[in-house]
C-alpha cells in the first residue's frame, strides 16, 4: 500500500513524531483541478481498505461485472454474521444497489489508516528511531486532530486542493469533522484544504463520558490481564505474526516487518485473553439489545410440542384456548388455572424470541430433570460463542498497545478543545468552501441511529442542531453498526450530498 512519510509531526499533547508515517490506500484519479477528492475515515479498529469493511460503495461504475461482484461479496458477508442474518438464514438486510455510491471513474477516494492503528501508520508497533526498538506503551498520544493534521499534509502531497466530501461513521467521523476544521484553518500547522460537503455518521462534538466509561473498562480487562506487563510484553508470538500478516492482507509495510524482526526471538504471548474480552464488551455496545435478542434467544421445538411435553411431565390439566390469552403484539400473556403462559411468536426456523420458561404459579415441577433447561446446562449459549468467536478474530489480527491507545484516542476527541465556538460552526458547516460554488442544498450531513447504545441519537441530534443541518435516521435496530450494515440509506445520502459538492 502507497504510504507518506512526514518528517517531523508534532501532535497536540506537545510531543512529535519523528516521522511521522501514513498508509493509505486510493481509488480513482484525481482530476486536474485537485477537486475531485473523496475523503473517508475508517472505525476504530478498521483499516484503510474500505472495499473491506463498507463493501459495494466504492467502486467503478462502468464495469458492470464489478457491481456484481461487490453485491455478491457484501451479501456473502451479510450472509456470514449470525447478528445480520434473516430467520430463514437469507441476508436480512437488502443488498447494496447495482451502482456505486461513490463512481472512482467520477472521484477520486482517499483512506488513511490513523495513528496507533495496526494497519501500516505509524503506532506502539513502530520503531521508535531513538532507541532502536518498538514504542511500545510509550508511543506519544494521539488524538483525531492530530490524524487530521498528518493526513492534510498528505493529500497536498498528492496534490488535492479541495475535498468535494469528507465521511466516515463512529470514529471515522470524528476524524471528518476534525479534517473540516483543520482545512480551512488560516495560518495552521497543515495545509489549508478545505472541505465542501461533510457527513458524520453515527459520530458526535465531543466524546460523552458513557463512552469514556466503556473505553475504561475495556483498558482495564487488557491492563489486567497478567501478560500486559505494563504493556512491555512482546508484542506477536512467532505463531501469530503469520495471521496478522495474512489479515492485513500482504501490506508491505516496514512498520510491521520491522516490528516482526525485532521480536522474532522470542515466543512470548501478549494479553490475548484481556484483549479478546475487551472486545467483547464493545460488541455488546456495538449492536442493540433487540438485534441480540432477535437472534440468540435459544431454539426450541415448537410452542405447542413445549407446552403438551412440559404438561405431561408435571399432569396439569389441558389448557384453553390462545385465543383466551391476552395478546401483547408479538407476545402474549395469560393466566389459567394458576399457569402462567409466555406466548411468543414462531419464525420460519423455529427461533422462539423469548427466553422465558413457564411453570405454574403454585408449584415447581419436581419431577423435571434440571438439566432439561437450558441455564442449568453446562453448554455454550450462541450469544457467547459468538461472542468469544468476536474476540478472537480481534486477537489475531489486533494489537493490545494499539487498542489501548485507539481507545485514549477516542476519549480525547473534543472539536471545542482551545477553538472559539463560532469558528467551530462556521467552519464544520462547510460555508466558506462552497461559497464559490453557487451550488444549493445542504452541505453537512448527519446521520444517527435511534437505537445506538455507544453514540447515543440525542449526541447527532444535537450536533444537528448546533450546525443548523439535515439530520437523518437510520432506522434499524442493529444498533452502532447499523452504518455498516444499512448501506442502501447510506449510499443514498452520500449521492445527495455529492450533488453539492
Known amino acids: 500500500m502507497p504510504r507518506y512519510t512526514l518528517s517531523r509531526l508534532v501532535l497536540t499533547s506537545g510531543d512529535a513524531l519523528s516521522p511521522a508515517v501514513l498508509e ?23 483499516s484503510q481498505d474500505v472495499q473491506d469493511w463498507w463493501p459495494g460503495l466504492v467502486g467503478p461504475n462502468n464495469v458492470p461485472h464489478r457491481k456484481e461482484e461487490a453485491r455478491d461479496a457484501a451479501l456473502s458477508k451479510e450472509s456470514a454474521d449470525p447478528l445480520i442474518r434473516s430467520h430463514n438464514g437469507e441476508a436480512a438486510r437488502s443488498s447494496p444497489s447495482a451502482a456505486f455510491a461513490i463512481d472512482t471513474t467520477k472521484y477520486f477516494v482517499f ?22 526498538k518498538c514504542y511500545g506503551p510509550d508511543f506519544p498520544l494521539t488524538n483525531t486532530r492530530d490524524d487530521a493534521q498528518l493526513q492534510l499534509h498528505a493529500l497536498a502531497h498528492l496534490g488535492v486542493k479541495s475535498i468535494a466530501c469528507a465521511l466516515g461513521g463512529s470514529m471515522g467521523g470524528m476524524l471528518v469533522l476534525e479534517l473540516a476544521l483543520a482545512g480551512c484553518a488560516e495560518g495552521g500547522a497543515s495545509p489549508r484544504i478545505p472541505v465542501r460537503t461533510l457527513m458524520p455518521i453515527a459520530s458526535t462534538l465531543t466524546s460523552s463520558s458513557w ?5 475504561e473498562i475495556q483498558r482495564a480487562a487488557i491492563q489486567m490481564d497478567p501478560a500486559f506487563d505494563e504493556g512491555r510484553y512482546c508484542w506477536q508470538s512467532p505463531s501469530r505474526r503469520s495471521s496478522v500478516a495474512d489479515a492485513r492482507r500482504g501490506s ?9 524482526s525485532s521480536t522474532a526471538s522470542s515466543s512470548t504471548a501478549g494479553p490475548d485473553l484481556g484483549l479478546s474480552i475487551a472486545r467483547q464488551m464493545a460488541m455488546m455496545t456495538f449492536r442493540s439489545e433487540e438485534a441480540y435478542k432477535h437472534k440468540f434467544q435459544r431454539r426450541s421445538t415448537s410452542l405447542a410440542s413445549r407446552t403438551a411435553a412440559a404438561r405431561s411431565a408435571i399432569s396439569l390439566p389441558p389448557s384453553p384456548p390462545l385465543s383466551a390469552c391476552a395478546s ?13 403462559i409466555h406466548v411468543a411468536s414462531e419464525v420460519a426456523n423455529d427461533d422462539v424470541h423469548s427466553s422465558a420458561t413457564w411453570y405454574p404459579t403454585s408449584r415447581r415441577a419436581s419431577s423435571i430433570s434440571p438439566s432439561s433447561h437450558p441455564l442449568l446446562e453446562a453448554t455454550v449459549q450462541p450469544v457467547q460463542s459468538y461472542l468469544r468467536y468476536q474476540g478472537q478474530k480481534l486477537v489475531d489480527r489486533f494489537d493490545a498497545n494499539c487498542y489501548v491507545h485507539l481507545l485514549h484516542k477516542m476519549d480525547a476527541h473534543d472539536v471545542f478543545y482551545g477553538r472559539d465556538i463560532c469558528t467551530v460552526r462556521r467552519f464544520l458547516r462547510c460555508e466558506e468552501a462552497t461559497q464559490a460554488l453557487g451550488k444549493e442544498g445542504e ?12 453514540f447515543a441519537f440525542s ?19 442493529d444498533g452502532h453498526d ?16 455529492l450533488c453539492v459538492s
Open 328 to 340: 401483547e403484539g408479538e407476545e402474549g400473556r395469560g393466566r389459567s388455572s394458576g399457569v402462567n
Open 211 to 215: 463512552i469514556m466509561g466503556w473505553n
Open 252 to 260: 508491505t509495510s516496514s512498520t510491521a516487518s520491522s516490528t516482526a
Open 24 to 46: 493509505y490506500s486510493t481509488w480513482g484519479t484525481l482530476n486536474e483541478q485537485g477537486d475531485n477528492c473523496i475523503v473517508i475515515g475508517h472505525a476504530m479498529t478498521g
Open 443 to 454: 452541505k453537512v450531513v448527519v446521520l444517527g441511529i435511534p437505537t445506538d447504545r455507544l
Open 111 to 132: 483512506c488513511a489508516n490513523i495513528l496507533g492503528s495496526p494497519y501500516g501508520s505509524s503506532s506502539p508497533l513502530s520503531i521508535d528511531e531513538r532507541t532502536g
Open 459 to 477: 449526541e447527532q441530534q444535537d450536533m444537528a442542531r448546533f450546525l443548523d443541518s439535515e439530520l437523518c435516521a437510520i432506522e434499524s435496530v
Open 482 to 497: 447499523a452504518f455498516l450494515i444499512k448501506r442502501d440509506l447510506v449510499a443514498s445520502k452520500i449521492e445527495q450530498l
